[in-house]
């Protein structure tokens, strides 16, 4: 692993141990030529994925922009650190299931979607809102109201 302070390709493991999400190895790890100490991450993938675009355009499937989009759509909202980790894996693992090495996109913006609506409704309409491409005020008004139950209608005697 390079040291990403001095770039000296011969870093030490000090310490690994499961991350909190038990999915994923946390190593400590030290660089003999600069003393730098820095952490990485491991782990495992099932099959290297292939976004398809909606221009029809493929690109290598990157985690890190799918918790990027995640954690925007989360800022601020009550949830903790390893449960948005949690989360994110849990997507990962479901798009590696999926028994295909090409994605589309909007598969993607599903499984994100039905994710973040049973986490928390504040972050999946953000999510839509950049999803879904709303260009106005009324696409909002018209995605909220289908959020919202229809009101009861009651007998009358």
Not at 37 to 54: A, I, M, N, P, S
């Amino acid at each position: 692993m390079r040291c990403p302070f001095c770039g000296n390709i011969d870093t030490q493991v000090k310490d690994s141990r499961p991350a909190e999400d038990h999915v994923s190895i946390r190593r400590r790890r030290f660089c003999p030529a600069c003393g730098g100490r820095f952490t990485t991450y491991e782990r495992v993938q099932l099959r290297d994925l292939v976004v398809v675009k909606k221009s029809g355009r493929r690109e290598p499937f990157d985690r890190d922009k799918l918790e990027r989009s995640i954690r925007i759509a989360m800022q601020k909202r009550p949830i903790e650190a390893d449960r948005l980790e949690q989360l994110i894996s849990g997507i990962v693992r479901r798009l590696e299931s999926l028994g295909e090495t090409d994605v589309p996109s909007d598969t993607i913006g599903t499984i994100v979607m039905e994710t973040l609506a049973r986490i928390d409704t504040v972050a999946y309409v953000r999510f839509a809102s950049v999803y879904k491409n709303f260009q106005a005020a009324d696409d909002f008004e018209d995605f909220v109201s289908e959020l919202r139950p229809a009101p009861a209608v009651q007998d009358e005697d």
